[in-house]
């Protein structure tokens, strides 16, 4: 039976709001995640929250009944309360009906398996968590088998990331490796690593072998020069316009739809 | 010569943050954009600021002083201030070095001459402001003639848009319009509008025909059977994941990009 909180001062609310905070969310190997249709998707992919708050007068969703029974038969808390609350979770006036508190999980490079896909991202320093949560949405679209992230990136599991990504954070492998470790798991077997570079050639007329590993670099330098010379290929995008620079999730995205029709 | 003001009570300060919000923009028809790079690319497209805030200490930046110089001879008002002031301006901790108030203007439909590209993009009822800032950017990338909102969308001129279109607000035009004169404008004359629907057929074989208008449906909801119903051919990128959906930025890029390459 869910129990019903509706004091914002329950050490269960507290809890749960803290994690908006990267330093707490390290602490407790905890996350949020919020909304029916990302806690669906989660559940779909064999992770349910250890503790689900959802509004009181969301309980008649059929939806919300099946994830609050979900959450209790696998030994978590349903609690229901307020909007009031759900806002102060969520961090918005128009909060979603349901919020979870999910823990956390970590995937080695050594537990990627690069036969399950001709495609994988890899992204360094990537500094704005809606990029990152956009990349991981991509990632799901295109099948890609994971996503690697160099370097010191922007948390995968911040509010922002996860609400970006639409559930992807829950169906899309994310590892987290230095660049020397990265490099020589990489090389320890196939794979053509295929960087988005300004001094890249076309990247219409290239030539994408699986697996391909497309490699993003941070949003306002791009890539280190030693990344860009460990790549087999680089490659731009062209760009017509006065600025000569691309969102760097819609950089990515591109890319990965291309290498998608054109692999070799 | 700049003025100093150094007191958060002052009217100047307090007009500039009240244009965070929508409806002091319109009442007062301004807006503002922050960062010497979007400001710089302002001025490069024929827009300066009538006035721009500038931190003292980053006034011996020579791009700084050229810009307060051409602020200046154009007759706006140049205004040295403290950090302080300048993260209140742009609500962020680590504010850019130069936050500009700029005249906001309107592009009617006929305004805008369909023989002066190939490619233009049209979103409906697009609702984030990311989202937006984002296409403009693409649009910038791909020399898009144009960006057509149709219905209610988020504001372009909103500081969060502003600040993910790095500049293209200033380069792209924008124009707003309802679908109805929208519609009546495009069949005015040449163009084939090509919708992105899950009903869609493959983008990939499609045969694209210049000047091609791209629509991107609310993030949310997609598109409504009517504007699906008048497009001349609806695509639908591949999806091989778990979620059937791409952020709307992301398509609108990845469809941009392969009729930049394919336009028969």
Redesign the interface.
């Known amino acids: 039976m869910p129990r019903t909180i509706t004091a914002y001062s329950n050490p269960l609310v507290k809890h749960a709001r803290d994690l908006r905070d990267k330093r707490h969310r390290r602490e407790k190997g905890q996350f949020l995640a919020e909304g029916l249709r990302i806690l669906t998707?989660a559940r779909?992919?064999g992770r349910l929250p250890v503790q689900v708050f959802f509004a009181e007068a969301s309980a008649v969703h059929p939806l919300v009944q099946a994830l609050v029974a979900d959450v209790e038969r696998a030994g978590g808390e349903a609690i229901a309360t307020t909007p009031a609350i759900l806002a102060k979770l969520s961090g918005k006036d128009n909060p979603q009906a349901v919020v979870g508190v999910f823990e956390a999980w970590e995937t080695p490079l050594d537990a990627l398996d690069r036969d399950a896909s001709s495609i994988w991202l890899v992204a360094e320093r990537l500094r704005d968590p809606?990029n990152l949560g956009?990349i991981l949405?991509?990632?799901?679209?295109?099948?890609a088998g994971g996503l690697i992230l160099i370097g010191e990136c922007v948390d995968p599991f911040s509010v922002e990331a996860v609400r970006?990504s639409?559930?992807?954070l829950f169906?899309?492998p994310v590892a987290r490796a230095e660049w020397a470790p990265f490099l020589a798991w990489l090389r320890a077997g196939p794979g053509q690593l295929v960087g988005l570079s300004l001094d890249g050639g076309d990247y219409?007329g290239a030539r994408y072998d699986a697996p391909t590993f497309l490699l993003t670099g941070n949003e306002a330098q791009g890539m280190p020069e030693e990344y860009a010379a460990a790549c087999d290929l680089l490659v731009k995008?062209?760009?017509?316009?006065?600025?000569d620079?691309?969102?760097a999730?819609?950089a990515t995205?591109?890319m990965a739809?291309?290498v998608?029709?054109r692999q070799g």
């Open positions: 998707e779909d992919a809606g956009t949405r991509t990632g799901d679209a295109v099948g970006a639409m559930g992807a169906t899309v219409h995008l062209p760009m017509l316009g006065k600025a620079s691309l969102n999730a819609v995205a591109v739809y291309e998608l029709g």
